[in-house]
């Protein structure tokens, strides 16, 4: 089974609460996503693999670490994972960028894909799956789906909220991959907004409500 790691740093956990805050605009609002991504990036790339190199620092030669080379790939759900983009390169610079393109149907809530764009190699890649929310989880569930059945096997997705509802369905559905989120909140409402939440991420992060 796979790990759900609850990121409870007292920095994202700060961040969290001020971008739940309705009088939060645009700007503000971005600037935190980047931010709590860039901190769940470098919680979520302990494991990371490093390598011994020899060195030269202006005092004598020595054996350093350096990351072992494996090639990263960072790919958010449109829109709102385009959010945690900037703060995940920030941490990993020369991870590639896929886009996946999904919406939820206001009546279903089922996810609809309308773009998929991936690195060529991408099946080499260990790649970071990110959206700010898991809601019903069928978002998530369809992005990694369609990562397996493009032949990515080395796959772990990270989330700033998540609902209960959508942690059970990511995990009947891939026990394969890990998932990091940064709360656990309460529940999903009628509309399939998670409680207490933030609202829309997507709106808030371009601005469109
Ligand atoms: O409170 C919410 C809930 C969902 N979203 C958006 O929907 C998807 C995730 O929903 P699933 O039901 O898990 O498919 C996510 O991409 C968000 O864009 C939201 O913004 N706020
Ligand atoms: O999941 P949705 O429908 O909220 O999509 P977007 O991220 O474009 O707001
Ligand atoms: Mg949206």
């Known amino acids: 089974m796979a790990k759900v790691q609850i990121m409870d740093h007292p920095l994202i956990q700060h961040k969290i609460n001020f971008i739940r805050r309705e009088d939060v605009g645009s700007k503000d609002f971005r600037t935190a996503v980047s931010e709590i991504a860039s901190l769940m990036c470098y919680e979520a790339t302990r494991d990371l693999e490093l390598q011994d190199v020899q060195i030269k620092t202006p005092i004598c030669e020595m054996t350093g670490k350096e990351l072992a080379g494996k090639k990263l790939a960072v790919i958010p759900i449109l829109r709102a994972g385009l959010g945690m983009v900037d703060g995940m390169l920030s941490m990993i610079p020369a991870?590639?960028?896929?886009?996946?393109?999904?919406?939820?149907?206001?009546?279903?809530?089922?996810?609809?894909?309308?773009?998929?764009?991936?690195?060529?190699?991408?099946?080499?890649r260990e790649v970071f799956v990110v959206d700010p929310m898991l809601a019903t989880g069928g978002s998530l569930v369809a992005a990694v789906t369609l990562l397996k059945q493009k032949?990515?096997?080395?796959?772990?997705?990270?989330?700033?909220?998540?609902?209960?509802?959508?942690?059970?369905?990511?995990?009947?559905?891939?026990?394969?991959?890990?998932?990091?989120?940064?709360?656990?909140?309460?529940?999903?409402?009628?509309?399939?907004?998670?409680?207490?939440?933030?609202?829309?991420?997507?709106?808030?992060?371009?601005?469109?409500?």
């Open 95 to 124: 991870a590639k960028v896929g886009h996946i393109g999904l919406y939820r149907d206001p009546e279903t809530l089922e996810p609809v894909e309308y773009y998929c764009k991936l690195p060529v190699d991408c099946e080499e």
């Open 151 to 209: 032949g990515v096997k080395r796959m772990r997705a990270m989330c700033i909220l998540a609902a209960p509802e959508g942690v059970k369905a990511f995990e009947k559905a891939h026990p394969d991959v890990d998932l990091y989120i940064g709360a656990l909140d309460d529940h999903l409402n009628d509309h399939g907004y998670i409680v207490p939440g933030l609202g829309d991420a997507g709106d808030r992060i371009f601005g469109t409500k």
